[in-house]
């Protein structure tokens, strides 16, 4: 019996033709692991060429598939349905959420200095619509704050629970009466009798 | 066995407990020097003691623990913790808890009074 003759294999057609909105370069430049805070060394080198490929490459629909791509997860071939598997369980990974967290905080504070030249600038022109709204925060910020008063009155007296008055004196001897002792054999009570400091000096 | 034993082998260890404590508070009582509200609060816990089988007048019979009495109930003491209280068990024994009868004959005389009830 013949073989039948190979078929050739039909090339692998997407179903969806339509082109990566996303290239799968890597973005991120090499970062030397001094300048990374211990969240990010705690990663995988792959979880951290991730977290890096994030905050480099574009944002929006993709970006996650396109990092996960980028820092060698999967191969050439897989589709972009079992990417985006493997890009949501690195990206929950609670390691790779305080990486994701330790290098947003370091952008927003590097970003502050360009957020503050930003509203000067604003505040400067006169004819911009928010030019108060800028000098309002500029003055908040510069110290020049609307100042409020707040008056907290606190009252605070301290007390013995039991004072040894002559009710508290009785009850004590009856009870001692009560319990087989004779009151006039007790020791004195040690309660001590506030003196004000200015009393004192009289 | 002898009627003091008998009567000891007989009494609920929770009322010998009472009867040991009993007598240590009196002793702290008349010795130290302690605020009214510090006393009214330990004679108050006395008259809580109280009850249809440890009565007021067995209460009232009891002495002050003595010095070697209170030194073993505070040895006892020490081998408590927040989870284990061994010393209940320790004072409440035959042979402490006849030691310190010994040692504070009140403790038996009160006994009987309660065995009369």
């Known amino acids: 019996m013949l073989n039948a003759p190979h078929e050739s294999k039909p090339s692998v057609v997407r179903k969806r033709n339509r082109p990566r909105k996303y290239s799968s370069e890597p973005l991120a430049p090499e970062i030397d692991e001094s300048e990374l805070g211990p969240c990010m060394l705690a990663l995988t080198p792959k979880q951290r060429r991730f977290v890096l490929e994030l905050r480099y490459g574009p944002a929006g629909y993709g970006s996650e598939i396109r990092a996960c791509r980028a820092a060698g997860y999967g191969t050439p071939t897989s589709s972009d349905n079992s990417m985006k598997v493997q890009a949501h369980r690195v990206l929950h990974d609670p390691k790779v959420q305080n990486a994701l967290r330790e290098v947003g905080h370091k952008i927003i504070r590097a970003e502050a200095f360009q957020s503050i030249k930003t509203t000067t600038a604003i505040a400067r022109d006169i004819k911009h619509r928010d030019c108060l709204k800028a000098n309002l925060a500029l003055l908040d910020r510069g110290g020049f704050a609307t100042e409020t008063v707040h008056h907290v009155q606190v009252d605070h007296q301290h007390r013995h629970a039991i004072e040894a008055t002559p009710k508290v004196l009785e009850r004590i001897r009856q009870l001692a009466l009560a319990a087989g002792l004779n009151p006039a054999a007790l020791p004195p009570t040690i309660d001590g009798e506030v003196v004000s400091k200015d009393d004192n000096a009289a | ?117």
């Open chain 2, 1 to 117: 066995m002898q009627p003091d034993e008998a009567l000891i082998t007989d009494l609920a260890p929770g009322y010998k407990y009472d009867l040991v404590i009993a007598s240590v508070i009196k002793r702290e009582i008349i010795t130290e020097k302690m605020t009214a509200g510090d006393r009214l609060e330990l004679l108050e816990a006395l008259g809580k003691a109280v009850d249809r089988r440890f009565t007021s007048e067995a209460m009232s019979l009891i002495e002050p623990a003595d010095a070697t009495s209170l030194a073993m109930v505070r040895e006892a003491w020490k081998l408590d913790s927040e989870d284990a209280h061994p010393s209940f068990e320790l004072l409440t024994s035959e042979e402490v808890f006849g030691n310190l009868c010994a040692l504070n004959p009140s403790l038996l005389a009160a006994i009987r009074v309660q065995r009369h009830r």
